[in-house]
């Protein structure tokens, strides 16, 4: 067991035993000190035998604290970049999707996130550039920001998927699909307003702990890999509950 489990383990207890005395307090019991260090055996006898207990209770704590994270950069999260979103402008959920064109798990969600806007009319989704896997991935991503600028972000975004991995070539390919002024593209893939974004991107994702691409932020949760499109429509529907 690392420290870290450990501490948890402890903090488990002791919130669990936390809980117990307040339930006697409220009662208008008061436990002695005998009374509490018995409590505490229990809770820590319970934990040592139902060990299981302990990932759920990490991975909850973790949802928590990234919901908080969420709620802190919401506006950050879901305003996109010019054009760089697809579906319901004014939808009631927000999927937002940290990708890398260079990124097969990403490629392969795309069929998800295509069904998942033609089947719920009331989801947003925003992408965000994520160019962590390569030169070319960044290259891609400046290509698509261009794209978003002159609001043909959906076209070229499904144009390079299309085309293969990012490269000179299926950038090139995917411009002329979408029907990109190159001239401009070009222009504006070396401006600030694109740097920023990009940057912008890369810090949000440290915060949301996002151990890849795609990463997934849906209502207050955040989802990692490439989740499929029934984990995406359960997010949605949970988001749209609350």
């Known amino acids: 067991m690392t420290k870290g489990i450990y501490a948890m383990v402890i903090g488990l207890a002791a919130l669990a035993g936390a809980g117990a005395m307040f339930a006697l307090q409220a009662t208008g019991q008061v436990a002695s000190d005998p009374e509490k260090a018995r409590i505490e055996a229990i809770v820590r006898d319970y934990i040592l035998e139902h060990p299981e207990i302990i990932p759920e209770a990490i991975e909850r704590l973790r949802a928590r604290e990234l919901a908080k994270v969420v709620d802190a950069n919401r506006k950050a999260i879901e305003t996109p970049f010019a054009g760089a979103w ?141 989740v499929g499109y029934e984990a995406l429509k359960k997010a949605v529907a949970e988001a749209r509950a609350k």
């Open 86 to 226: 697809a579906g319901n402008p004014e939808g009631d959920v927000t999927v937002v999707e940290f990708f890398d064109y260079a990124c097969g798990f990403c490629r392969q969600s795309l069929a998800d996130v295509n069904r998942l806007i033609a089947e719920d009319k009331g989801v947003k989704v925003v992408f965000r550039e994520l160019p962590v896997l390569s030169e070319e991935s960044e290259v891609a991503a400046r290509a698509s920001l261009a794209a978003a600028e002159q609001g043909k972000f959906v076209a070229f975004h499904d144009a390079l998927y299309e085309a293969g991995r990012p490269g000179a070539e299926t950038i090139r390919i995917a411009n002329a699909k979408a029907g990109i002024d190159t001239t401009r593209a070009t222009a504006a893939m070396r401006t600030d307003r694109v740097e920023t974004e990009i940057a912008d991107n890369l810090a949000l994702a440290r915060q949301l702990g996002a151990t890849g691409t795609p990463t997934w932020v849906v209502g207050d949760q955040v989802l990692n890999g490439a």
